[in-house]
């Protein structure tokens, strides 16, 4: 079974309203809705296109900055080796960790910290997913991409961002590839 099948068979398994305390009637519906504290879950086909783009496979070790309410942690996190993600909003990280150990998730690693600085101590990753926007791309994510590794972050003002793909080749060369603009709440902290 190719990538994209085995992802999309993952992401028709998840049941959207699973991961929200709030507009569980509305889980169907492809759009962005609101989990508190200024932050949204996204909409489920974004969700799925960027888990696609992001390339992962069962030996992907994948970094996620902002679990917010656990959803594309889940969707990574079956598609992968493992994930390691970071939410700087206690109360949601919280709550993302109660959910996915309930789900039966044992290949997540949880954080409280400021995701734009990444997470130094499980470094190279081979993906990077950012469901956040930067103001421009973090140096200290690009450092902990793998050779050979891939990012998506979105980047760009708090009103428009351009999802872009980052490469990083076996000499350490990077590359952006522009996908489509997109708009996500703004990444919290250096960048």
């Known amino acids: 079974m190719d990538m994209r099948t085995r992802i999309t068979r993952y992401y028709k398994e998840l049941d959207r309203s699973y991961f929200m305390d709030r507009y569980k009637e509305q889980a169907h519906e492809d759009t962005p809705l609101p989990i508190g504290h200024g932050q949204t879950i996204s909409q489920p086909s974004l969700v799925l296109e960027m888990t696609i783009l992001l390339d992962v496979n069962e030996e992907s070790n994948v970094l996620e900055i902002g679990t917010g309410s656990g959803y594309q942690t889940a ?9 390691y993600t970071v939410e700087r909003i206690e109360e ?13 998730y044992t290949n997540i690693k949880f954080k409280l910290d400021d995701g734009s600085l990444g997470w130094q101590e ?13 103001s421009r791309i973090p140096n200290s994510l690009i450092e ?12 760009g003002s708090d009103f428009m961002q ?3 793909v ?26």
């Open 75 to 83: 969707l990574l996190a079956k598609a992968s080796q493992m994930v």
């Open 92 to 104: 949601l990280h919280v709550k993302a960790i109660e959910r996915l150990n309930r789900a039966g």
């Open 122 to 134: 499980y470094a190279p990753y081979d993906r990077i997913m950012v469901t956040a926007a930067a």
């Open 144 to 155: 902990q991409l793998a050779p050979n590794g891939k990012m998506l972050i979105p980047v």
């Open 162 to 164: 351009d999802l872009l």
């Open 166 to 191: 980052i490469t990083k080749d076996n000499e350490g060369n990077v590359a952006k590839q522009f996908i489509t603009n997109v708009r996500f709440v703004p990444l919290v902290g250096d960048y």
